[in-house]
Each structure stands twice: as structure tokens, then as C-alpha cells.
């Protein structure tokens, strides 16, 4: 468990979470990346779980450890409270992005950090060619992971791929993983398909913005 303002997690923080009844990480590609965690409030630690700071766990065998910001803290009457946390990715949300317009992958990738409206320590990589055609053009701010894959002509839309988040980096991948030649049949390896949306937002502030044909 980290503070809301740690990026280094070169040390224990405040302190490891070592009484977890169970904590899940789920990852869908291009999409939702979250944390969900059961927690005694006897456990050791338990005070200093507050909203907006950080637990840094690793969320699947292969990749380094993740930070994953709280957002939510759900306290039931049997002792046990259940913490749901977002990757730092989600910071993006609240970073606006001043109008651009590019036409390669690498200016649109550079835009996002040089046309940050505030602070942004997040960095953007891809394996793709630096040459890369294709246009992005924004006409008023949107939040950075709006502009990466949230609306209409974002960079994944424009540039095709799969998105990785490692910490405070972005990376606009060809693909993730690999093929094993696996394939899903309903009623062979697959039994069942439940589609389940949570369109959980905050605001924390406003940017003013104007657009006209008048350019005075």
C-alpha cells in the first residue's frame, strides 16, 4: 500500500496488505483494467486504505507490478470490506489535452505528452514505424485516454493495435501475448457469456473551452 503520490515504489510504502481474504486483478484487452480486493477490518493496515491511494501488486505471472488507485471502498456489516481500484492508466482521464492536429503515429504520440494542458509524467512508446500514416485531429480538449482509444478517430482507432499499460508508460503494441491456437466453441470450452457494463466517473474539474467560426 503506497500514498496517492508515489511513483518511485522503490520501497514498502506504508506497508503490505498481508491479511487479503482475496485480491483479483482483471484485464480486457483495449478496455477495463481493475483491481478488487477483500480486506478485514481487523487486518493489519486496514486504516490507511483510503480513497485515491495506491496498491501496487502484480496482476498476472508475466508482467512487472502495477500501481492501482482506489476509488471505491465498500464497507458491509460482516467485518470484511471490499476495495475496488483502477490502474494508474486511469489518471489519464484526468489529464486534458489541448486541440492538435497530426499525421503520423509518432507526432500523435508526442502531441499527447507536449499538448498536456497540466503536469504528465505518463510516457507514450509503440513497436510500430515512426512513419506511420494516419490522421488525428482534435478541435477541442478531450482527456488523454479519451484521445487513445475513447472516442471517435483516437489513436487506436486511427492506428490499429493493442494498447499495454506498465505504470506510467503507454504502449500502442501490433498485438499482446501470443496465438496458441486455441479456439472458443459454445458448449466445448465455453459455457457461458455474461456481459456486465459500470459507467463509473469522476469529475474533478472543467476546461473551459470556446470554438466559432469568429477566430477574434
Not at 514498502?12 to 478485514?40: K, M, Q
Not at 493493442?162 to 498485438?175: G, H, I, P, Q, T
Request: aromatic content about 12%; hydrophobic content about 35%; overall charge negative.
Amino acid at each position: 500500500l503506497y500514498p496517492a503520490d508515489e511513483t518511485q515504489f522503490s520501497n514498502n510504502g506504508i506497508g503490505s496488505l498481508a491479511d487479503a481474504v482475496s485480491c483479483v486483478v482483471t484485464e480486457e484487452r483495449n478496455s477495463t483494467f481493475e483491481l478488487e480486493l477483500v480486506y478485514p477490518i481487523t487486518g493489519q493496515h486496514y486504516a490507511d486504505i483510503q480513497y485515491r491511494s495506491l496498491i501496487f501488486v502484480k496482476p498476472n505471472p508475466f508482467d512487472q507490478p502495477q500501481p492501482f488507485r482506489v476509488y471505491r471502498i465498500s464497507r458491509p456489516l460482516n467485518g470484511l470490506v471490499t476495495v475496488y481500484a483502477w490502474h494508474i492508466s486511469y489518471d489519464l482521464n484526468g489529464i486534458p489535452v489541448t486541440p492538435f492536429h497530426t499525421y503520423t503515429i509518432d507526432a500523435t504520440l508526442m502531441a499527447l505528452q507536449t499538448n498536456s494542458a497540466i503536469a504528465n509524467i505518463f510516457t507514450y512508446s509503440t513497436d510500430k514505424p515512426n512513419s506511420l500514416a494516419g490522421e488525428v485531429w482534435t478541435d477541442a480538449p478531450y482527456s488523454a485516454r479519451n484521445i487513445l482509444g475513447g472516442m471517435e478517430g483516437s489513436v487506436l482507432q486511427t492506428y490499429r493495435g493493442e494498447l499495454k499499460f506498465d505504470r506510467f508508460n503507454v504502449a500502442l503494441l501490433e498485438s499482446r501475448g501470443v496465438n496458441n491456437g486455441v479456439v472458443l466453441r459454445y458448449g466445448k470450452n465455453l459455457v457461458g457469456l455474461t456481459q456486465d457494463e459500470d459507467f463509473s466517473q469522476l469529475y474533478t474539474g472543467v476546461a473551459p473551452y470556446w470554438k466559432g467560426e469568429d477566430t477574434t
